[in-house]
């Protein structure tokens, strides 16, 4: 489930990428000039979430954010950024302003927000900026009409007097009445329904947004899609091992599990259940 919140993050990042870097910097002379794929930010088998390179007031830096819906537990998040802002530092040369954003109200409260040391001569010190959502007032945001700020405002601070269910509904409302085309809108909603369960009961989303517009989201079918690759290949390799010997078909475990071709798994699964012996298995997998 936390690599669905990452990637509904980083289509956000990737679709309204200046409003949000705008937001988080508290700038508003902010231009993204590119996106720094994840995948070249490798730092000791870790990744960063969002890296843009960026303008902002005339000055070319780096733009990171971690998006850290709990608490960091592997590794306290300061180590981690200090990780993350000395790689980049040192492959692109130029400043890094980095943030963290927690979901949850509770994570993070004793996050730093950096790490310093000063002794004998050697000095070095690591900031960032900790932005924790359900301390935004969220009026503020919704009044901004920014459409990317949308799917957050749910786990942000409603209006004094005003109940939760009823501020998730004022969120979903101006959502819906946003003048963006149907696709965005159906992201934006399923932004709010997925970032929402990090508080929620997801029951409630369920009953204020329509399903058959969430649906229309790509990130939301390509989900789908993967839960139904994911369940394919399981009921694949359950199937094979309840008919065949189990150490040929670990030997086949992972050529399947590398297969992304829904229609292929089907096949595959149809098969599983018809073939006479393991042997033509594999010669299907491998035709």
């Not at 960091?72 to 981690?80: C, V």
């Not at 009961?201 to 690759?229: A, H, N, V």
């Amino acid at each position: 489930m936390a690599q669905d919140y990452d990637n509904m993050g980083k289509n956000l990042w990737r679709e309204h990428a200046e409003d949000l870097s705008r937001f988080v910097l508290g700038q508003d002379d902010v231009e993204v000039l590119a996106d720094l794929e994840t995948e070249q930010q490798t730092v000791i088998a870790l990744r960063t979430d969002i890296t843009k390179r960026i303008r902002v007031n005339n000055r070319e830096a780096i733009l990171h954010v971690e998006l850290q819906f709990r608490d960091s537990t592997a590794k306290p998040m300061w180590a981690r950024n200090a990780q993350y802002q000395g790689y980049l530092v040192g492959r692109y040369q130029m400043p890094v302003y980095s943030n963290v954003i927690y979901f949850h109200p509770s994570a993070g409260r004793n996050d730093p927000g950096g790490y310093a040391y000063d002794w004998n001569g050697y000095e070095h010190v690591n900031r960032y900026k900790v932005i924790w959502l359900s301390e935004i007032e969220g009026q503020a945001i919704l009044d901004m009409q920014v459409p990317g700020l949308l799917p957050f405002t749910p786990l942000m601070k409603p209006p004094a007097g005003m109940d939760l269910e009823r501020w998730v509904r004022a969120c979903v409302d101006e959502t819906m009445a946003m003048p963006v085309d149907q696709q965005t809108q159906a992201n934006l909603l399923y932004g709010i329904y997925l970032f929402g369960g990090v508080v929620y009961d997801s029951e409630l989303f369920d009953r204020l947004i329509p399903g058959e517009l969430m649906r229309e989201s790509k990130t939301y079918q390509r989900l789908q899609e993967k839960i139904t690759r994911e369940n394919a290949t399981r009921y694949i390799l359950v199937v094979l091992k309840a008919r065949f010997p189990e150490d040929p078909v670990n030997v086949l475990a992972p050529v399947v599990e590398n297969i992304s071709d829904v229609q292929r798994l089907e096949e595959l699964l149809t098969a599983a259940a018809r073939v006479q012996n393991i042997e033509a298995f594999t010669h299907m997998l491998n035709g």
